[in-house]
């Protein structure tokens, strides 16, 4: 595996969860639609603030307390209000979405095209994002984080 090839297209989207699902999706159709496969991958960074990670490790073990008084509840009842604490957390998390193009040498100007085409699509075109190639001082970091994420 030639790490060498890989360029990386980061994209900054705040806290905004719907959007970078919609850039999600986007990908997605792109991958199947052209038939990209492993040449466009995307991964997401997600970063809590160090307030709501603390209230995320409370949570647990405040529903964990309730458990027993509330046997007479639904289980489904019970989801949807640590769905909606896990969600806000997500929502007030730092997303990052990491894209990796893995053309070939003899694919330069499809590569060329996707860098050019990505950001300039409706969903990615209103964040912050960067290009980091390689031989870019933080092509290593990025790559490393790339592969570090599920």
């Not at 792109?30 to 709501?52: I, S, T, V």
């Not at 989801?79 to 694919?107: K, T």
């Not at 031989?135 to 984080?145: A, H, I, N, R």
């Amino acid at each position: 595996m030639l790490c060498m090839a890989y360029t990386f297209l980061v994209f900054e989207f705040g806290g905004s969860e719907q959007i970078a699902q919609q850039a999600r999706h986007k990908v997605d159709g792109w991958k199947q639609g052209f038939r990209l496969g492993k040449k466009l991958e995307l991964k997401f960074d997600r970063k809590q603030p160090e307030a709501k990670v603390e209230a995320v490790s409370e949570a647990p073990a405040k529903s964990a307390k309730e458990g027993p008084k509330a046997k007479g509840k639904s289980k489904t009842a019970s989801r949807p209000a640590g769905n909606a604490q896990s969600h806000a957390d997500i929502s007030s998390a730092d997303i990052r979405l990491i894209v990796r193009l893995d053309f070939s040498d003899h694919e330069k100007l499809s590569s060329q095209r996707w860098m050019e085409r990505i950001p300039g699509e409706e969903p990615f075109k209103s964040v912050k994002s960067s290009i980091v190639r390689a031989g870019d001082p933080e092509f290593m970091k990025t790559s490393d984080l790339f592969e570090s994420l599920n």
